[in-house]
Structures are given as structure tokens and as C-alpha cells.
């Protein structure tokens, strides 16, 4: 007896309002473009990095604007998931490019602290405030917008972190102004360059363990597969394999077997309950059968080629007997 439990919650986007996030990304859009132009004309290249990491800021928004349109599209032909993986791919070439960018921009900064160039310290430090008052203008905007989309959340605390870059800007701005010293701009930017490393490395990492199909980060698999082999009726579970779809978008499959005499649906429905209850997965895929009543051992297996380890309920029945 075989049977197949499926719990689908796609709606990531749900919900979320694209008016708010479109008007932070015109605001975002705008002032890094007039940041570019400042940040040329004063000499500034803690500026120029500010812009490039609010480039950063508006692909986010652009990529969770997307993921909302594409989220709204059904499964169909080859594509099974949909398009939900669109929004790890736009990850690791962001990620990718925040690297790259953290490099260029920390090549410039040890050049320029060793040989500075003239600054405007007072353009500097006005466009920097004028940035502190245009992130906290966004971060209003996407706050207004249902922050349970995953997209939503990344992007607001994206913007949030801006801040620090555009504060450290300023004081640097201000440090010019005061004393004349030219290489807090560059020691400026190399604070922007830790900070761009580290986003750019998160993504990559997180989309990389999405991609080689690895287990949520901090779900102890081997944990989980104990528990769900310890539920009352259950006699093994092998073949389990947990992934995650998109970002927030945990699956789960197994091959489960049944004690002879207890029911395949009922142990399928507590398992389901188990990992929705205990462990955010809401699609599963379970393929549940009786245990057969003939003597099974480790050389007999019940499937002949096992996908994984297998969990068996200490207090089944001897198989070997």
C-alpha cells in the first residue's frame, strides 16, 4: 500500500504590496544616480562605492519585484517548479558581482591611502546625509510592503545595513572638513568593502548550499530522521531527502515503512504534522508501504539501492529473528 502526502505552500510573494517597493526603487535608483555624479566631482571614491552598493540595494528590490510576478506563474511543461529558483540565480550573480566590486573598490582604497588625492570634504559629507535620509525614506517604503515575503525581508534589511556604509561616509566627509585629512575617504571605503564582502560571500554560500540540494542551514538531518522513524506505527525510514526549493521554501521526501497492522495514512498524516509542527517543511513527498512480514537483514534490504542512511524505530521488531 502506497501513499503520497503533499503540503504546497509556494505563496513566498503573497501578499506583498509591489506599489511601496517600486517607489523605494525609484528613490534608490535616483539618488545613486545623482551619487555617481556627485561622487566623480568631488573626488570621492567613498562616494562611488556607496553608489555601487546602492546598486546592490535596487537589484534586490528589482529581483524581489520579480520573484512576485514570477511566483504568480504555474508549473507548466518541463518546469515543474515554476520559476522559483530565478530569484538563487539573480543571488549568486549579485553575490558575485559584490565581490568583484569589493575588490576594485579595495584595490582603489589601499592606492589612495597611500597616495590620496584631494577630496571635497563638504560635498562629501552633504551627499552622505542626504543618503542616511534617503535609505531611511526606503526603509519607510518597504516597511509599508508584507515583510513575510522572504524577497521583502532580504531587501529591507539590505537597505537597513546600507546605512552604516552611508554614516561612515559621512563622518569621513566630516573628519575632511575639519582636518584636511584626505585618506578618510578611502579608509571610509574600506569599511563599504567589508561590508560588500560579506554580503556578497552570504549569498554566494547560501545559494551554493541551495544548488547542491544541501539541507536548510542548521537542520540536523540525522536528528530528524530519528524522529520521524520514532513515531508510533513507523518500522524505517530510508531514501529521506531534504532540500530547499527557494529561498524559505524547505521539501522533504522519503520512502516510509509501516508496521504491519497500523494504518500507512495515519502514520503518513502524523509525519506530515511532525515536520510542519516541529520544522517549517510544509512539501513533502512520502512514499509510505507495510513492512513486509518476512525476516529482513542488512544484506536484504527492503530497498536495493539505498539514496541515503537509514532510520529504523528502536522498538520495532527483530527483523533478523
Not at 158 to 178: P, S, Y
Not at 260 to 282: A, F, K, N, Q, S
Amino acid at each position: 500500500m502506497a501513499g503520497v502526502g503533499a503540503g504546497h505552500e509556494h505563496g513566498v510573494t503573497a501578499g506583498a504590496d509591489r506599489r511601496w517597493l517600486t517607489a523605494a526603487l525609484v528613490l534608490i535608483v535616483a539618488f545613486m544616480a545623482a551619487e555617481v555624479v556627485l561622487g566623480v566631482l568631488a573626488g570621492s571614491l567613498a562616494l562611488l562605492s556607496d553608489a555601487a552598493h546602492m546598486l546592490t540595494d535596487a537589484a534586490s528590490i528589482a529581483l524581489a519585484l520579480i520573484a512576485m510576478r514570477l511566483a504568480a506563474r504555474p508549473p507548466r511543461g518541463g518546469f515543474t517548479y515554476g520559476f522559483r529558483r530565478a530569484e538563487i540565480l539573480s543571488a549568486q550573480a549579485n553575490g558575485l558581482t559584490l565581490l568583484l566590486l569589493a575588490v576594485w573598490l579595495g584595490y582603489e582604497s589601499v592606492r589612495r591611502l597611500v597616495n590620496p588625492p584631494e577630496v571635497t570634504g563638504g560635498l562629501v559629507l552633504g551627499t552622505a546625509l542626504a543618503g542616511v535620509v534617503v535609505n531611511i525614506a526606503a526603509t519607510w517604503l518597504l516597511s509599508r510592503a508584507n515583510r513575510t515575503s522572504l524577497n521583502v525581508r532580504g531587501a529591507y534589511q539590505h537597505i537597513l545595513n546600507d546605512l552604516f556604509a552611508f554614516i561612515g561616509t559621512a563622518v569621513a566627509g566630516l573628519v575632511i572638513v575639519l582636518t584636511g585629512y584626505a585618506r578618510a575617504d578611502a579608509i571610509a571605503t574600506l569599511v563599504v568593502v567589508v561590508l560588500m564582502a560579506r554580503a556578497g560571500i552570504g549569498l554566494l554560500r547560501d545559494s551554493g548550499r541551495v544548488f547542491l540540494e544541501a539541507a536548510p542551514a542548521g537542520l540536523d538531518t540525522t536528528a530528524l530522521g530519528h524522529r520521524l522513524a520514532g513515531l508510533d506505527g513507523v518500522d524505517e525510514v530510508h531514501d529521506l531527502h531534504v532540500w530547499t526549493i527557494t529561498s524559505g521554501e524547505p521539501a522533504l521526501s522519503a520512502h516510509v515503512l509501516v508496521r504491519p497492522g497500523h494504518d500507512c495514512h495515519g502514520v503518513r498524516r502524523d509525519m506530515e504534522r511532525t515536520l510542519r509542527d516541529g520544522y517549517h517543511i510544509e512539501h513533502t513527498t512520502l512514499q509510505v508501504d507495510h513492512a513486509d512480514d518476512l525476516a529482513r537483514t542488512e544484506a536484504e534490504p527492503y530497498c536495493e539501492q539505498s539514496h541515503g542512511p537509514v532510520h529504523r524505530n528502536v522498538t520495532a521488531p527483530d527483523r533478523t529473528g
